[in-house]
């Protein structure tokens, strides 16, 4: 069984920090595209920032320059660091990731159980 454990949510001053962290466990043969995505009440999911295994780097404008994903390929997991929180991040981020479990199965779209970011004013 795969899964994707996030971890590192909580709450936070604005102009805080925090690591999320996600962890990919199960019979994995290689993991590509990772990334994180979030979700504020009434709002729709929407991508933070992805990396691939190549470490291409993709971050939604609004996260520019203050958060950074990374990625540790041996550890199957993926990071983000995010700095000078706003309350306007607050949200229920989600681990994303493709993962191939075969020669013959891969998992394009397979996701974490998220974990809450609260930023405070």
């Known amino acids: 069984q795969v899964q994707l454990v996030e971890s590192g949510g909580g709450l936070v001053q604005a102009g805080g920090s925090l690591r999320l962290s996600c962890a990919a466990s199960?019979?994995?043969?290689?993991?590509?595209?990772m990334g994180w995505y979030r979700q504020a009440p009434g709002k729709q999911r929407e991508l933070v920032a992805t990396?691939?295994?190549?470490?291409?780097?993709r971050y939604a404008d609004s996260v520019k320059g203050r958060f950074t994903i990374s990625r540790d390929n041996a550890k199957n997991t993926v990071y983000l660091q995010m700095n000078s929180l706003k309350p306007e991040d607050t949200a229920v981020y989600y681990c994303?990731?493709?993962?191939?479990?075969?020669?013959?199965?891969?998992?394009?779209?397979?996701w974490g159980q998220g974990t809450q970011v609260t930023v405070s004013s």
């Open positions: 990396i691939t295994r190549g470490n291409n780097i």
């Open positions: 199960g019979s994995i043969l290689s993991i590509n595209t």
């Open positions: 994303n990731a493709d993962l191939t479990l075969s020669s013959t199965i891969r998992i394009h779209d397979s």
